[in-house]
């Protein structure tokens, strides 16, 4: 198509007007748009939405938000995890493929694979014995109902929005904030890492005591060191399994994934076959037999027949039996009081034998597994008891260690959300898959307990290790078809297990560390090309030995449990608090979830953890409230929308509502202090010493508000007015609120600042500013604002501290030594001067200085009977000063006095006559400007003299005005004015006004007297700063109460010079002006 052709056709969309193919002529008149040539003929393609283009660089248009979610691929975490890969030709990526697993094989599978685990095969039957039916049921149903609660509010959770690589880890700490979530993230990469050296634990026992059990590497040298040698053979056994593992899962973990399958389904089979086991026993129980001598189950490794003697061709043959229990023909006592009995270990279901396995039978360490409803005679000696073929308890049995040893058996429901990337939809998967394998593990280990309690005898469900069961586990002797079923699915169900805690927890661990919230974490971060955590790998390994090094099984268990309850409480808080806060932001796809389930869950977890084991509680507590401080404090700061956040906001907005409710009460006052700091040409604080000084008074835990003003407009500086917030907050580390304006002029701003800064009843009620250096100004706005500061907070009953020579100030790490803070206490301002030293003393730099008060005493004032009243009154106050009373007499005022009054009255009105700023001046010259202009404008006509059309009334102002001061008749200014006639330019005009107005004030100067008043407040002033400086010359710090500004604007550069005089010679003074309130009580 030819150019015109396609100008024509642009033309027809946006036009009803006809046009056709032709020249440029033709285009331009058919087109309704201006300057529409050939050259930016695609000028107005796309321009639909031309009034929105100006948002087009920073909020996108909604059809390209909705192409990139359309794009968006929310990446495995496991081995299809990737990222970027530095090569020779640049960055490259490695291809991954899209998540594809459903509910079943993405969520519920690898839930049921890591709750069924060690402890079903190895403790349960256990546990049932010693806590009997009844007491495992609660156990297992504490533990079932606390997990079924988790997930439902994990559910929630993980439903309210996309749950990237770490699982629980990343929705705690995007719900409870960063220090919640680190601190319980590796809370639960610890729990995590235990779990792998309980799995490692579980499957080394099973090799040693039912596979191999001669592969020992130590042995017992006698009865006393069994166990020892048998925790140091876990050890070994152990450290080697830790090792293999680790190897493999460097290799590759898509082995472990591959070999998942096989491990899950040898857990499925076993637990088929124990159902079948149970079923059998309705048919025909196993022939297993268990040997009693007496009440007591002998271990039956070492004999076949369970007899003391036989007859053989009428002959008696001692057994195997006679044996052990006899030597030298001398048999034990109780071998010889009891009869052998031979009960057969599984009854079956309709035995009967589930009354007896009802209640519990606990137990000390080393004492023996009895029959409790068997009689038997006991015996005199039992020292020799223990080297007997007896079975023995291993450890102290109790309901509570029970529940720690049995909780890790049903940890594992997170494996649904730590796979979230895997799943086709993650929002309606994860809820239904772990729900679904929480139910169904839950019924397993119900039906368990009371299945086993109702086949098993009782002896043999105590007896941990199957001893008198031929060195069979004792589900084992239950199953069907064979107890290897058993054996060789627990092991390599514990096998699996293991392999997928090194495979989770470095994981876990890397997701932490490229948070970036841990700094001692970022080595852990990196890793293998493809995404493999190497370094985190190693870490784990680590950490995973220290768990087999205890070596024991049931030591482990209670440790894992503290971590896994500890990381599920805050999951059940994290719900909760997203629940009852009601955040916008909070909508979970999940709807079956409620606060109180939470809140359920939340307490149940605690609960448990104390139950468990409460020291381990309380460790596991402390690590996590030490991490949560070092993330704190040490932490990259990370704003992720959490929880509490929202709750602290909530909380702020309820507790300012109640502070507007009721007046404050005397007792509750403190100092909320308003900053008012300087900042320089590099937006940094000038007076850095003054945000120490305000750290060094918040002992009071009052408010601060450091506040500055910036010339300009806040379009122009508003940037600038961000960084100096932050530059203002860094300069001391001081703790509080920041607030930089922007206003076209200095007063302007502090005026604003001092009436709305703050928010409710979280407003200042006291202004902290340094000394204004007034004499050094160039101007006298320096001067003017300081003095409509004091004004403005007198009327707004606010305190007032004015820090003078801050810079000499002691800084936060200054330590003062000795000294003492004086407070002069000339007229009561509401108790304020003292009880800002006893706040200063509350902290480090001030605690060894001592505090003096002095007052001052006239002519017809009583000072000892003031002393005593004053100390009694700092007595009812609880504050520990000197009382020091000062007389001043009334005396005559001396020449210098008079003298320093007169030079500084002089000097005010030379500075009123004299001083006409530069911007003064400019401004004079404009407004005569524009006049002329005007009148030039008016006349329509030009010419050389600028003031040839001035008026002559306004030249007649100028000569009245230099006339009138040297005539004493007043008719001579009423006179018809002369009129006068002046070719002078507007420069010439400005100069002689000028030069007239100094030669009078020259003249007015010299010939002027001193104030009465004014003489007076300067006598007061002199003689006071005689006294301090006599007394308070080497204190650290004078507080003196601060006069208040004259009523007459006239009388401000007096003021402060007033004010000058007052401090002179003093190296550190604080003036305090108080707010109209009292601030201390005696009343408790």
Not at 588 to 617: D, E
Request: charge should be positive.
């Amino acid at each position: 198509m030819s150019s015109n052709n396609t100008s024509c056709c642009s033309c027809c969309v946006h036009a009803v007007s006809f046009c056709f193919p032709g020249g440029d002529d033709d285009q331009k008149e058919s087109t309704p748009f201006i300057n529409s040539d050939n050259d930016g003929e695609h000028y107005y393609d796309g321009k639909n939405m031309a009034l929105f283009e100006e948002e087009m660089d920073s909020a996108p248009m909604v059809s390209s938000l909705l192409n990139k979610l359309a794009n968006y691929t929310n990446l495995t975490q496991g081995v299809r995890e990737h990222e970027e890969a530095e090569n020779e030709e640049g960055v490259r990526r490695i291809t991954v493929t899209g998540p594809q697993m459903g509910t079943f094989i993405g969520v519920y599978l690898p839930c049921m694979q890591n709750i069924l685990g060690v402890i079903l095969f190895l403790r349960l039957t256990w546990i049932v014995g010693t806590a009997g039916i009844l007491g495992s049921f609660a156990i297992v149903s504490m533990c079932c109902i606390c997990t079924l609660l988790t997930a439902i509010s994990m559910s929630a959770i993980a439903t309210n929005g996309v749950v990237p690589a770490g699982g629980s880890y990343y929705m705690i700490s995007r719900s409870l904030g960063p220090e919640f979530g680190g601190a319980v993230g590796l809370c639960f990469y610890l729990g995590t890492t235990f779990a792998g050296s309980l799995y490692i634990l579980g499957t080394i026992e099973i090799l040693l005591t039912y596979i191999v059990p001669k592969a020992t590497v130590f042995q017992a040298e006698s009865k006393e060191t069994e166990g020892a040698a048998l925790l140091n053979n876990m050890r070994v056994y152990g450290t080697c399994c830790l090792v293999l593992m680790a190897l493999v899962v460097f290799v590759g973990v898509k082995y472990v994934n591959k070999l998942a399958l096989v491990f899950l389904s040898c857990v499925v089979l076993s637990i088929l076959a124990t159902y079948a086991g149970v079923i059998k026993t309705l048919i025909e129980p196993p022939e297993f037999n268990v040997c009693l001598l007496g009440n007591r189950s002998l271990k039956n490794d070492n004999f076949e027949i369970c007899a003391k003697t036989k007859d053989v061709k009428n002959t008696t043959v001692n057994m195997e039996l006679w044996a052990l229990f006899c030597t030298n023909n001398t048999c034990d006592d109780y071998f010889e009081l009891n009869n052998l009995t031979e009960i057969p270990a599984i009854p079956g279901l309709l035995s009967g034998v589930i009354r007896d396995n009802l209640w519990g039978n606990y137990g000390p360490a080393q004492t023996l597994i009895e029959k409790r409803n068997l009689s038997s005679v006991p015996a005199k000696d039992v020292t020799k008891d223990f080297y007997k073929p007896y079975i023995f308890r291993d450890i102290t049995t109790y309901f509570t260690l029970l529940v720690g040893i049995y909780f890790p058996s049903v940890t594992g429901i997170m494996a649904g959300s730590n796979r979230s990337g895997d799943l086709r939809d993650a929002q309606r998967s994860i809820p239904i898959g772990t729900i679904m394998a929480i139910l169904t593990t839950s019924f397993i280990y119900i039906s368990f307990v009371v299945l086993f309690g109702a086949c098993i005898e009782g002896v043999v469900l105590r007896d941990k290790f199957g001893d008198s069961v031929k060195k069979k586990p004792v589900i084992g002797v239950l199953a069907w078809p064979s107890p290897w079923v058993i054996v060789i699915g627990s092991f390599f169900s514990c096998c699996g297990a293991g392999l997928q805690s090194l495979t989770g927890a470095p994981r876990l661990l890397q997701a932490i560390a490229r948070d970036g919230i841990v700094p001692f974490l970022q080595v852990f971060g990196h890793g293998k090309a493809n995404g493999e955590p190497t370094w985190g790998l190693l870490l784990t390994v680590g950490i995973c030995e220290i768990g087999i090094l205890i070596a024991s099984l049931d030591a482990v268990a209670p440790i894992l449990s503290m971590f896994f309850l500890m990381c599920y409480l805050f999951v059940n808080l994290a719900c909760a608090v997203q629940t009852l806060l009601r955040t916008p932001n909070w909508r979970p796809r999940f709807k079956f979830y409620h606060w109180t389930l939470s809140f359920l869950g939340m307490s149940l977890c605690l609960s448990l953890m104390f139950i468990s084991s409460w020291y381990y509680a309380l460790v596991a507590m402390v690590i996590a409230g030490c991490l949560y401080k070092y993330i704190e404090y040490r932490g990259a700061v990370k704003e992720w929308g959490d929880g509490f956040r929202g709750l602290s906001l909530n909380a702020a907005r309820y507790a300012l509502i109640r502070l507007e409710e009721v007046p404050l009460h005397t007792k509750n006052w403190r100092p909320q202090l308003l900053v008012m700091c300087k900042l320089d040409s590099s937006l940094s604080v000038k007076h850095p010493r003054l945000l120490s000084f305000t750290s060094q008074l918040k002992a009071g835990r009052g408010l601060t508000i450091v506040c500055s003003v910036l010339e300009g407009t806040f379009m122009t500086r508003g940037k600038d007015a961000k960084t100096g917030e932050q530059a203002a907050m860094a300069s001391e580390r001081t703790k509080g609120f920041s607030h930089v304006v922007v206003s076209s002029n200095l007063r302007d701003g502090f005026s604003l600042l001092v009436q709305s800064a703050g928010l409710g009843g979280m407003k200042h009620n006291a202004v902290l500013m340094a000394w204004p250096a007034w004499k050094q100004a160039r101007d006298s706005s320096t001067k003017r604002n300081f003095i409509e500061t004091v004004r403005e907070t007198t009327s707004a009953h606010q305190a007032l501290l004015v820090a003078k020579n801050i810079d000499r100030f002691p800084s936060n790490q200054d330590r003062l030594k000795e000294g003492n803070i004086d407070v002069w206490w000339i007229v009561h301002d509401g108790g304020l001067l003292m009880l800002l030293p006893f706040l200063l003393r509350q902290h480090k730099v001030w605690r060894k200085c001592r505090m003096r008060i002095f007052t001052v005493a006239q002519m017809d004032d009583n000072s000892i009977q003031m002393k005593k009243d004053l100390q009694m009154f700092l007595y009812h106050l609880r504050i520990d000063a000197v009382v020091e009373v000062v007389e001043m007499h009334d005396s005559d005022i001396s020449a210098f006095t008079y003298e320093k009054t007169l030079v500084m009255e002089q000097r005010s009105q030379m500075l009123k006559q004299m001083q006409l700023s530069r911007t003064e001046r400019e401004r004079e010259i404009q407004s005569i400007t524009d006049v002329s202009r005007g009148s030039i404008k008016r006349k329509n006509t030009t010419t050389k003299l600028i003031w040839l059309n001035f008026s002559s009334h306004q030249a007649q102002l100028i000569h009245d005005r230099n006339t009138a001061s040297h005539s004493t008749n007043d008719k001579a200014a009423g006179s018809p004015p002369e009129r006068v006639h002046m070719t002078w330019t507007k420069d010439k005009l400005v100069q002689e006004r000028n030069r007239h107005k100094e030669t009078l004030a020259v003249k007015d100067v010299f010939n002027m007297k001193p104030n009465q008043s004014n003489v007076r407040r300067m006598h007061t002033a002199v003689k006071l700063n005689e006294v301090v400086r006599m007394k308070s010359q080497e204190s650290q710090l004078v507080l003196l109460n601060m006069p208040g500004p004259p009523k007459n604007k006239k009388g401000d550069e007096n003021y402060m010079e007033f004010l000058e005089v007052l401090m002179e010679g003093l190296d550190r003074v604080l003036l305090v002006r108080g707010g109209g309130r009292e601030v201390v009580t005696i009343y408790s």
